[in-house]
């Protein structure tokens, strides 16, 4: 009775490859040459992950990457089944070769901590360039420091008000 429903569902849709995927999943013919292995590779994931061999992610993995028009395709479904197989199959480790999967795991490592380290540098360079242009500005305006008083008010302007009550003359 489960499967008559999904077969008649699946029957009433146009002849798409994703139908004629999901057909043969049905039917237990996921051999077939008509069958989407990327569709099958999340399917098998979903439901019996037994079934998810080298051979399937292999397949999976050269269907997507021989396809060049990836998010240009009109199915949004077979978009989204393809990248999340794509991403499945790199956090499991089915590559062809481990060595590039070791690579892609140490770039994403010190990729992430060169990202925080630019990260900070670039913001503390910034607060720090920021704050010397209004020191020099302070001490180029007479009336402008009569206004602001001392260092020490800038830098409260800043949210760094422990320093701020140093109360440092310019």
Same mark, same amino acid.
């Given at each position: 009775?489960? @499967?008559? !429903?999904?077969?008649?569902?699946?029957?009433? &849709?146009?002849?798409?490859?994703?139908?004629?995927?999901?057909?043969?999943?049905? #039917? #237990?013919?996921? =051999? @077939?040459?008509? /069958?989407?292995?990327?569709?099958?590779?999340? +399917? %098998?994931?979903?439901?019996?992950?037994?079934?998810? #061999?080298?051979?399937?992610?292999?397949?999976? !993995?050269?269907?997507?990457?021989?396809?060049?028009?990836?998010?240009?395709? &009109?199915?949004?479904? *077979?978009?989204?089944?393809?990248?999340?197989?794509?991403?499945?199959? /790199?956090?499991?480790?089915?590559?062809?070769?481990?060595? &590039?999967?070791?690579l892609y795991e140490s770039f994403a490592i010190k +990729?992430?901590? &060169?990202?925080?380290?630019?990260? !900070?540098?670039?913001?503390?360079?910034? *607060?720090? +360039?920021? =704050?010397? %242009?209004?020191?020099?500005?302070? %001490?180029?305006?007479?009336?402008?420091?009569?206004?602001? @008083?001392?260092?020490?008010?800038?830098?409260?302007?800043?949210?760094?008000?422990?320093? @701020?009550? =140093? #109360? !440092?003359?310019?």
């Amino acid at each position: 009775m489960e @499967g008559k !429903w999904m077969a008649s569902v699946i029957d009433a &849709r146009s002849r798409t490859p994703t139908t004629l995927t999901f057909e043969g999943i049905l #039917n #237990n013919n996921v =051999l @077939g040459t008509n /069958i989407q292995p990327e569709v099958r590779y999340i +399917f %098998e994931c979903l439901v019996t992950n037994d079934k998810v #061999n080298e051979n399937l992610s292999l397949s999976a !993995w050269k269907s997507i990457c021989s396809n060049s028009n990836l998010l240009d395709s &009109r199915d949004d479904f *077979l978009s989204i089944v393809r990248l999340v197989a794509f991403d499945s199959i /790199i956090e499991r480790n089915i590559l062809i070769d481990n060595a &590039r999967t070791s690579l892609y795991e140490s770039f994403a490592i010190k +990729f992430t901590k &060169r990202s925080k380290y630019f990260a !900070w540098f670039l913001s503390t360079g910034a *607060l720090s +360039f920021v =704050l010397f %242009e209004l020191v020099t500005l302070l %001490e180029a305006n007479s009336t402008l420091q009569a206004t602001v @008083g001392n260092f020490g008010t800038i830098l409260g302007i800043f949210g760094i008000s422990a320093l @701020g009550q =140093l #109360n !440092w003359r310019v």
